[in-house]
């Protein structure tokens, strides 16, 4: 079984920016195939933000392109999310989530919150 950790997030006022880690540890096998970030505010769906897949292809949601970057550091077993200029708008809680190669099972995190201030 694989657990992920995330930390990172806390209060930053807007135009700042955050760096989140998501650690992955136990059955990873040969790694990470497959890495999301998402996130949820209160009262609102769970936003798929950006993915990796196991070549190392990234895609990021419109609304914060040019602003988030996510990468992976395979010897560490580490998911990033580089957040740059954020926006009180984007204050939520924010998720890891992962598949393993050889596995076809996802695996969450708990998530860490993200506040950004006016």
């Known amino acids: 079984q694989v657990q992920l950790v995330e930390s990172g997030g806390g209060l930053v006022q807007a135009g700042g920016s955050l760096r989140l880690s998501c650690a992955a540890s136990?059955?990873?096998?040969?790694?990470?195939?497959m890495g999301w970030w998402y996130r949820q505010a209160p009262g609102k769906q769970r936003e798929l933000v950006a993915t990796i897949n196991s070549r190392g292809i990234t895609t990021t949601a419109d609304s914060v392109k040019g602003r988030f970057a996510i990468s992976r550091n395979t010897a560490k077993n580490t998911l990033y999310l580089q957040m740059n200029r954020l926006k009180p708008e984007e204050t939520a809680m924010y998720y890891c989530?992962?598949?393993?190669?050889?596995?076809?099972?996802?695996?969450w995190g708990k998530g860490t919150q993200v506040t950004v201030s006016s």
């Open positions: 136990g059955s990873i096998g040969s790694g990470n195939a």
């Open positions: 989530a992962a598949r393993m190669t050889g596995d076809d099972v996802d695996y």
